[in-house]
C-alpha cells in the first residue's frame, strides 16, 4: 500500500520507518525545513518507561491549586476564554482518581516496555548514533513529603513489571556522584536501571536519513490544509508548498502524526481527540567541568525537571505551561531551569551559556496517547504522546504499521478502533498486567 504519514517528528518517522520495514510505499509530509524541528528538537532526551504515573493522579488537583498563579510552577494552568482548555482541564480532573489513574498508568507502562524494546532492537539493527546512555534513571527528591509520595506509586510499577527500586541517600550519591553537593538534603529516590537517555533530534534525524535510504519519500516544506474525506473514507489530503500552490496527495492508508495540530485537522472529518498543547521548555548548557555533570539521567520529581548528559552537553527540561498555542519563550521559567540545575551541580557550566528551547507537547487528558484507527476509513492516528513522545515514539510506530499492515501488535494497550482479527495478546504478559490491562477499553474515535 502507499501511506502517507503526517509529520516528521519522532511519532511520523518512527512510524515511516516501520511501515517501509512492512513492505509499504510511505511518503512523509512535513512543513518545516527537515525532521524533528519542532516538538522533538529540544525535550529532556529520557527513554522513561519509570515515568509512566500520568500527571491526572490523586495529588494532581492539590498541586494544581498551590502553583495556581507561580510563574515558575512545575504545571502552569495559565486561564484563558479558550472552551478548548477549560474542557480539557475538566475531563483532566475525571482522570485524577486512582482507579483511573493506575488504569492509565498501565497503559503507559505497556507501551513504554514495548517501545524500549523496539529502540534497542532498531539500534541493534541500524547503529544509529545518538549520544544515547544505557545509565538508567534516577527520580530523586529533596523534599520527604515528595519521597514518601512516591513510594506507592513505585510499588505499583514493580507489582506491574516495570522496576522501579526505593533507595536510599547514600546509595543516590554512590549512583550518580555528582548529586553528593546536595547528599543532606536528599530525602531519597527511585532508580531504574533499564531506562535510557539519548538525543531525539539526532536520533530522529538519522532515522530519516536511514528511512530515505530505504526508499521513503520526505516532502519538506509543505503543510498540510485539511484531509480529505467523503462518504466515511479518506480521499486524499490537501496541502500548500513553499510557494503557496495547492496540491492533493492521494494514498491508501494516512498516519495523523502532527501532534498538538492534530485535532483541528480531525475535527472536519468528526474525529474528537481531547489533545490540548502543554508548552514545554528545555535550557542546553555546555559541560565546563565533567566531574560535576551527572552522567545517570536524572528526575527531579519536586520540580517536574529531568537531566540528560548528550555528550558534552547537558539538557534540562521540564515544566508544561497550558497557554494555547502561544510559541512565546517565558524568561521566568527558563531562569528557574537553570537556577534550579546549578543550585544541584554548582560549577558544572554558566547560566549566561544556556541554550533555550520551548516546544508544545500534545497532551491528553490522561497522558495516554491515540494509536490506532479512526472512525474514517483509512484515516489512522499516532498522535497525544504528550511529554513521551520520545519514550513511546519506536512502539508507536511500530505498532501503527503493525495496524495498517492487518496485524495485532504484541503490547496490551488500548488501540483505536477495532483491531484486525487476531487474538488481543500475541505474546503473555505478566499476569498481573494482564489482569489488569484487561479492564481498559480501547478508545472511541
Known amino acids: ?74 504545571l502552569l494552568f495559565r486561564l484563558r476564554a479558550d472552551p478548548a482548555q477549560w474542557s480539557w482541564g475538566l475531563k483532566f480532573l475525571r482522570e485524577c482518581p486512582a482507579r483511573r489513574s493506575t488504569r492509565n498508568m498501565i497503559q503507559l507502562l505497556n507501551l513504554g516496555t514495548y517501545s524500549r524494546a523496539s529502540l534497542q532492537a532498531l539500534r541493534a539493527e541500524t547503529g544509529i548514533e545518538y549520544d544515547h546512555l544505557t545509565r538508567g534513571i534516577l527520580h530523586f ?32 550519591v554512590k549512583l550518580e556522584p555528582a548529586l553528593a553537593s546536595i547528599a543532606p538534603r536528599l530525602a531519597g529516590a527511585t532508580y531504574t536501571s533499564e531506562d535510557e537517555s539519548g538525543d531525539v533530534h539526532r536520533f530522529t534525524t538519522g532515522l530519516a536519513a536511514l528511512c530515505e535510504a530505504r526508499g521513503v519519500r520526505f516532502r519538506y516544506g509543505v503543510r498540510v490544509q485539511r484531509l480529505l474525506a467523503e462518504g466515511g473514507r479518506m480521499r486524499g489530503v490537501e496541502i500548500a508548498d513553499e510557494t503557496g500552490a495547492y496540491t492533493v496527495e492521494q494514498a491508501d492508508a494516512y498516519v495523523l502524526a502532527l501532534g498538538s495540530f492534530s485535532p483541528m485537522l480531525a ?8 489533545i490540548y498543547p502543554a508548552k514545554g521548555y528545555s535550557a542546553t548548557l555546555p559541560v565546563l567541568d565533567p566531574e560535576r555533570a551527572p552522567s545517570v539521567s536524572l528526575t527531579d520529581d519536586e520540580y517536574k525537571l529531568v537531566f540528560s548528559r548528550l555528550g558534552e552537553r547537558l539538557r534540562i527540561a521540564g515544566t508544561a505551561e497550558l497557554n494555547g498555542y502561544s510559541m512565546e519563550l517565558n524568561p521566568v521559567r527558563c531562569e528557574a531551569i537553570v537556577r534550579r540545575t546549578l543550585e544541584i551541580f554548582p560549577g558544572v557550566s554558566r547560566p549566561e551559556l544556556a541554550r533555550y528551547w520551548t516546544g508544545l507537547r500534545p497532551a491528553t487528558p490522561g497522558n495516554v496517547p491515540y494509536i490506532g484507527a479512526s472512525a474514517v476509513q483509512g484515516l489512522y492516528l499516532n498522535t497525544g504522546h504528550g511529554t513521551l513522545g520520545w519514550t513511546h515514539g519506536c512502539g508507536s510506530g511500530r505498532a501503527i504499521a503493525e495496524l495498517i499492515s492487518g496485524r495485532v501488535p504484541e503490547v496490551d494497550f488500548g488501540f483505536c478502533g477495532p483491531l484486525p482479527e487476531a487474538p488481543r495478546m500475541a505474546r503473555p504478559l505478566a499476569p498481573v498486567v494482564a489482569a489488569r490491562a484487561a479492564a481498559s477499553e480501547p478508545a472511541e474515535v
Open 267 to 274: 475535527r472536519p472529518l468528526g474525529v474528537k481527540l481531547d
Open 1 to 74: 500500500m502507499k501511506v502517507i504519514v503526517m509529520g516528521a517528528g519522532v511519532i511520523g518517522v518512527a512510524s515511516a520507518w516501520y511501515l517501509s520495514k512492512a513492505g509499504h510505499e510511505v511518503v512523509v509530509l512535513e512543513r518545516n525545513a527537515g525532521a524533528a524541528r519542532e516538538t522533538s528538537f529540544g525535550n529532556g532526551g529520557q527513554i522513561s518507561v519509570s515515568h509512566a504515573e500520568p500527571w491526572a493522579n490523586p495529588s494532581a488537583p492539590l498541586k494544581l491549586l498551590s502553583w495556581l498563579g507561580r510563574e515558575d510552577a512545575p
Open 141 to 172: 527528591y529533596t523534599s520527604q513529603k515528595e519521597f514518601d509520595a512516591a513510594i506507592e506509586p513505585a510499588r505499583i510499577m514493580r507489582e506491574l513489571g516495570c522496576e522501579r527500586r526505593v533507595i536510599g541517600p547514600d546509595e543516590v
